[in-house]
């Protein structure tokens, strides 16, 4: 086998490792990034759309971190998402998902020596959460403190944990 051969089968073998392991990270980060998508944006002094280039800037990618742990009789879903305010949030459970909708606007100004720094932010936004159990529905209470909402969906009552105590012999 010539070197041209060995040098394209190697490029050829290294290429496919390199796709496998970009689709096993997507595979595995999948959950935890959202897509921001052009939200309303906010009006400029003159009263047009100043929301338009920033928000062609803003649109992309983020991490809402959220983390679903089970305590005895609730699911406790906790997701960050610093910079929001209560009614941001829009909160749905559909079939086994916690849907978690909202925009973010957030704007900065503040100035540094002889600079006026702006920094704005703008985009929707949507993350399916998998529920790990059935839960009641009409029972779910939601907390946003801190930057960090907090979710408690109840368990329905046949799915509840329940200790039991078996002998050894």
Same mark, same amino acid.
């Given at each position: 086998?010539?070197?041209?051969?060995?040098?394209?089968?190697? +490029?050829?073998?290294?290429?496919?490792?390199?796709?496998?392991?970009?689709?096993? +990270?997507?595979?595995?980060?999948?959950?935890?990034?959202?897509?921001?998508?052009?939200?309303?944006?906010? !009006? $400029?002094?003159?009263? !047009?759309?100043?929301?338009?280039?920033?928000?062609?800037?803003?649109?992309?990618?983020?991490?809402?971190?959220?983390?679903?742990?089970?305590? #005895?009789?609730?699911?406790?879903?906790?997701? %960050?998402?610093?910079? +929001?305010? !209560?009614?941001?949030?829009?909160?749905?459970?559909?079939?086994? /998902?916690?849907? @978690?909708?909202? %925009?973010?606007? @957030?704007?900065?100004?503040? #100035? %540094? &020596?002889?600079?006026?720094?702006?920094?704005?932010?703008?985009?929707?936004?949507?993350?399916?959460?998998?529920?790990?159990?059935?839960? %009641?529905?009409?029972?779910?209470? $939601?907390? /946003?403190?801190? &930057?960090? +909402?907090?979710?408690?969906?109840? !368990?329905?009552?046949?799915?509840?944990?329940?200790?039991?105590?078996?002998?050894?012999?």
């Amino acid at each position: 086998m010539s070197t041209l051969h060995q040098l394209r089968d190697g +490029l050829h073998e290294a290429w496919g490792s390199l796709v496998d392991g970009w689709q096993r +990270l997507y595979r595995r980060a999948a959950g935890a990034i959202t897509r921001f998508t052009p939200g309303m944006g906010t !009006k $400029a002094a003159d009263g !047009k759309q100043a929301g338009q280039q920033i928000a062609a800037r803003s649109a992309g990618w983020g991490v809402l971190a959220a983390e679903v742990f089970d305590d #005895t009789d609730n699911i406790v879903v906790r997701l %960050e998402a610093p910079g +929001l305010e !209560k009614a941001d949030f829009d909160l749905e459970i559909l079939d086994d /998902y916690l849907v @978690v909708r909202g %925009e973010k606007q @957030v704007e900065r100004e503040r #100035t %540094e &020596g002889h600079y006026h720094v702006t920094e704005c932010a703008y985009g929707r936004f949507e993350r399916a959460i998998p529920l790990p159990e059935a839960v %009641e529905t009409d029972k779910a209470r $939601a907390r /946003y403190k801190n &930057g960090v +909402l907090r979710v408690e969906l109840p !368990k329905t009552g046949s799915r509840r944990r329940r200790t039991i105590t078996v002998d050894v012999q």
